[in-house]
């Protein structure tokens, strides 16, 4: 079958419909995002309410997601992983469908819920799929199509959000995930996954817990997750708190979060595709995130430092820390890679959405040190700790480009 043999054509229908299930997910989140204070009010929410119920309604999509993440990448390694993409899209978009109908404060928290949990699985799964049908020479330009495309969903998520009404944009977010999954009948399971089912019927899939009962497997799941966490740090604090950011260090004009999030965006799905396809080039995952770390400090460096820059410079500095960033599809695809078939959908869903929930003790963090050392030396001590752990992780994991992933663990 073409799926065992390893599909060599990056461009093929695995490929774009796992980036399609990504680039759904992208506009979710963004879209909520921008939609968030304009729905509130449209339910009657009021000014003095708006922050505490929107951080509300983000912990629920939060709390979905990182629940969705371990229910999805267990199902994926039990079930397979098309019923899960199948089954996760359903979800999403019928949440989506009913959040543009609610009327009040828990029916919207309720759905963000069920919306969170619904996209867990799509980008963990979607790369799981991806690296196991590809050659072993090639897999590597699908993961990063796979990121790079899907980014893109914020640029409409952003074009959505402007042109439409709140409760539209959410009815068409619905519709894509409909849409998707008429394509997504067209997509044939993974052949490795389905040997290792027939071959190893004695092994457990999906275990979970055996991520933490043996020592090193442990170890290599918890330096996977750490390597990642620089790029929400960097979201969440430099790019989503741009306007606050932008007052301290004497911008020229007045930062538009919105605006600063789209060129961050757009540099992530362009450095997505850059730094997927440089790892390639030079047959190497851990160097090119050792490249992208190192450039990351620099950027962030003249950024915290600088005093006076002109908005154009500041939001271009948004869009070049989105290019080091995008080595969010390498890093995920070394989580992938790290793991045996039996674990490695449980592993790929978790530790993205494990790093998306970092962003918890990363901003209160920042809070909690900003009282006492302001936003930007409090940023500057996250920050350090971040990037510091990152490269520790990333120097005592191991090497994974041209690695056989048919194995299990």
């Known amino acids: 079958m073409k799926n065992q043999e390893g599909i060599k054509n990056p461009f093929n229908i695995v490929v774009i419909v796992a980036a399609l299930g990504y680039f759904v997910d992208i506009y979710d989140l963004i879209l909520f995002g921008i939609v968030r204070v304009p729905s509130l009010k449209g339910i009657g929410i009021s000014d003095d309410m708006l922050l505490s119920q929107g ?28 019923p899960v993409l199948f089954f996760t899209i359903s979800l999403y ?57 899907g980014i893109f969903g914020a640029v409409l998520g952003f074009i959505v959000a402007d042109v439409f009404d709140w409760r539209v944009a959410y009815w068409l977010g619905g519709a894509l995930g409909i849409l998707l999954l008429f394509l997504r009948a067209t997509v044939l399971e993974s052949g490795m996954f389905e040997k290792t089912k027939a071959k190893y019927s004695n092994i457990k899939r999906g275990n979970f817990i055996s991520l933490f009962t043996n020592r090193d497997r442990f170890l290599k799941y918890l330096y996977s997750i750490i390597i990642g966490i ?13 306007p606050e950011l932008g007052k301290l260090l004497n911008v020229q004009g007045v930062v538009n979060g919105g605006a600063a999030v789209s060129y961050h965006y757009i540099g992530i799905a362009t450095g997505s595709l850059l730094i997927g396809f ?26 915290l430092f600088s005093n006076g ?53 990363i901003t209160s963090s920042v809070l909690f ?19 510091i752990l990152a490269i520790i992780a990333l120097s005592l994991i191991k090497e994974t480009y041209n690695k056989d992933l048919d194995y299990v663990e």
């Open 55 to 82: 951080i509300y309604l983000l912990n629920m999509q939060m709390i979905g997601m990182l629940i969705g993440g371990i229910i999805w990448g267990i199902m994926g390694d039990k079930k397979g992983r098309l």
């Open 93 to 149: 978009s019928l949440a989506n469908i009913l959040n543009g109908f609610v009327q009040n404060i828990d029916q919207y928290a309720f759905l963000r819920f069920f919306a969170g949990l619904g996209l867990a699985g799509e980008l963990g799964i979607g790369i799981t799929l991806v690296s196991e049908v590809m050659s072993t020479e090639k897999r590597g330009y699908g993961t990063a199509l796979v990121s790079g495309i």
């Open 230 to 242: 620089p790029i929400w740090f960097i979201v969440s604090i430099l790019v989503i708190q741009s």
């Open 278 to 303: 440089f790892s390639e080039w030079i047959k190497s995952r851990r160097k090119v995130v050792y490249f992208s770390l190192f450039f990351l400090i620099i950027i962030i460096s003249i950024l």
């Open 309 to 361: 820059l002109s908005l154009g410079i500041f939001y271009a500095i948004m869009g070049i820390l989105g290019l080091g960033a995008g080595y969010w599809a390498v890093f995920i695809t070394m989580a992938s890679e790290q793991f045996g078939t039996n674990i490695r959908a449980t592993v790929t869903t978790t530790v993205p959405n494990f790093v998306r929930g970092a962003t918890v003790p």
């Open 369 to 387: 040190l900003s009282h006492k050392y302001g936003l930007v030396n409090a940023g500057i001590i996250v920050g350090t700790v971040c990037f």
